[in-house]
């Protein structure tokens, strides 16, 4: 076991290497970005940057010292308002170019953009790995997740708006109901999957005739320089408007000027509580929000106890714990606690930690400076209460790598029950009845998902009639996640506001709107015009293929 040990302890005092030993194709020069895009422009920048340092540190002569790969603006208000007008101008109450294109012409644009997206790829997956330690294998799943899922939109696009190139006759009154655009939507992502979560907002407020202010993430915020040329390129000036600077001072400005219509945020619900509060006009803010999760996973003594601790692991351990479907809570039933917790503990043994463009790596650093101390918080606070680290080197650090730690038994005496830890901690609460963990997700303040792990029919019947009235996805068998992206993406209670999926998403981003008339010879006539000499892009009959 000693030795064990010291090949562990080894390994991790190894874990981070000199520049030369970084591979060649995985090497980056620092991208000082100095331009940003507003209104159609790439304007310089000769205010303050903000420097970036990967996760990744890099081993020298004085120490460890973590990886310089670049900066960006830092912003004022001035430069956001400034951003601000410009999507305001390009949407014009609903008058602008962009807002009244047809849809045809509107997929057109996002088509261009993607192919020049596709030609960014390299860049763009190298700054997402060096930017938040993500594994290069995810890094590229990550840049055609992306791909995937505009095409996708843009096929549910024209299926919806096949489906509303005809009329409705009801009572006389024949009707065109279409999807119209809501005006300026503010887009935040989050740093954890900075291109992919970002996307699944921005693309379909883009396509559905919105105009964009894009704040990047504050982690992750490099990677979508390579893309602002693409976005410059493919869209009429000021449809598409990056800023920048820090949060609090920028923000707030843009949310009193009472000019931004929809607020999509992935992130916290204290961010999302205080942003809608600064809006003078709440009525008149659609907010479409990803936000705080606490999943549970079920584990019964009827449970497959193999399968229970193969889809645990990857639910609770995938990007180190980083996900808003993170299984981050784990419920076993006593009397299978210790056979599971043995399990559980081997097949964390066997992941496999190193950095990011290592093969195979699962476990990677950390991107967030005070993570670690969060953590080890955390873990002090569960064992005041009675709970240890029960795997072995279990909390173990090297600068920004925390090796995961399984936390048992936790109970609501202790931080780790209640709090959302976005990190690699597995905490494990037994149970004996099943009630136990259907009022756990009655008083969470989180509602995403859950995950039942249990072959008895009875079981798992009686589980799911209570938890889909608290969660809004409940996975039987399986780890809670987003995909396929086809599927509703929303939470209950402060984990989300709106729903996300591919057709969910153009939903959230629009309005039905229509044109209705009696029917009678003289308006028959007068729309038979209008859609014979196509002077409305909105009233028509034309079908896209």
Not at 229 to 253: D, L, M
Not at 304 to 330: H, M, P, W, Y
Not at 347 to 352: G, I, N, R, T, Y
Request: aromatic residues 10%; glycine residues 6%.
């Amino acid at each position: 076991m000693d030795t064990t040990k010291n090949t562990f302890e080894d390994n991790l005092n190894r874990l981070f290497v000199s520049e030369d030993e970084i591979p060649q194709q995985h090497r980056i020069e620092e991208l000082h970005q100095k331009r940003y895009l507003s209104n159609g422009e790439m304007k310089n920048w000769d205010g303050p940057l903000h420097e970036v340092y990967s996760p990744v540190y890099i081993k020298t002569s004085e120490g460890l010292k973590p990886k310089l790969i670049g900066s960006y603006p830092v912003g004022t208000e001035k430069e956001a308002q400034e951003s601000l007008n410009a999507a305001v101008e390009a949407y014009n109450d609903g008058r602008g170019e962009w807002p009244t294109m047809p849809v045809s012409e509107r997929i057109k644009h996002v088509e261009l953009f993607t192919k020049k997206m596709i030609a960014t790829k390299e860049a763009v997956v190298k700054l997402i790995m060096w930017e938040i330690g993500k594994s290069h294998a995810d890094s590229i799943k990550e840049f055609d997740r992306t791909v995937e899922y505009i095409y996708a939109t843009i096929d549910a696009l024209k299926d919806i708006d096949r489906d509303s190139s005809g009329f409705q006759i009801v009572e006389g009154i024949a009707a065109q109901v279409r999807r119209s655009p809501l005006g300026v939507v503010l887009c935040m992502g989050p740093f954890n999957y900075p291109l992919n979560e970002t996307f699944t907002t921005l693309i379909p407020a883009l396509i559905m005739g919105n105009t964009i202010l894009f704040k990047p993430p504050k982690f992750g915020t490099l990677l979508h320089y390579p893309l602002q040329e693409a976005f410059q390129e493919a869209f009429p000036k000021g449809v598409v408007n990056v800023i920048y600077g820090r949060g609090n001072v920028i923000i707030p400005g843009l949310m009193q000027s009472g000019k931004i219509n929809v607020l999509t945020l992935i992130g916290s619900s204290r961010v999302a509580n205080e942003l809608k509060k600064q809006h003078p006009k709440v009525n008149q803010l659609r907010a479409v929000l990803g936000l705080d999760a606490k999943n549970a996973s079920i584990i019964t003594q009827n449970a497959d106890l193999d399968l229970a601790v193969k889809e645990t692991l990857t639910g609770s351990l995938s990007f180190n714990g980083q996900r808003c479907t993170a299984l981050k809570i784990v419920f076993v039933q006593k009397s299978i606690a210790d056979d599971f917790i043995k399990k559980f503990n081997k097949a964390v043994s066997e992941l496999k930690f190193g950095l990011p463009w290592e093969e195979g790596v699962n476990l990677t650093p950390l991107p967030e400076p005070y993570k670690i101390d969060y953590l080890n918080d955390c873990i002090a606070d569960a064992e005041k209460f009675g709970a240890k680290v029960v795997n072995e080197n279990g909390a173990k650090t090297n600068e920004s790598f925390f090796y995961p730690a399984v936390v048992y038994p936790v109970n609501k005496e202790m931080k780790l029950y209640y709090e959302e830890q976005f990190g690699p901690i597995v905490p494990i609460v037994p149970f004996d009845d099943l009630e136990e963990t259907i009022q756990y997700l009655i008083n969470s303040t989180h509602g995403q998902q859950v995950s039942i792990f249990s072959n008895n029919s009875d079981e798992v019947a009686w589980l799911i009639d209570p938890l889909v009235n608290l969660v809004s996805r409940v996975n039987v068998n399986s780890q809670s996640q987003r995909g396929p992206d086809v599927l509703p993406f929303t939470g209950r209670k402060d984990s989300a506001e709106g729903t996300l999926s591919v057709t969910d998403a153009i939903r959230s981003f629009s309005i039905r709107s229509l044109v209705a008339f009696k029917m009678n010879e003289s308006n028959n006539q007068l729309v038979n015009e209008i859609i014979d000499s196509g002077k409305s892009n909105f009233l028509s009959t034309k079908f896209i293929f």
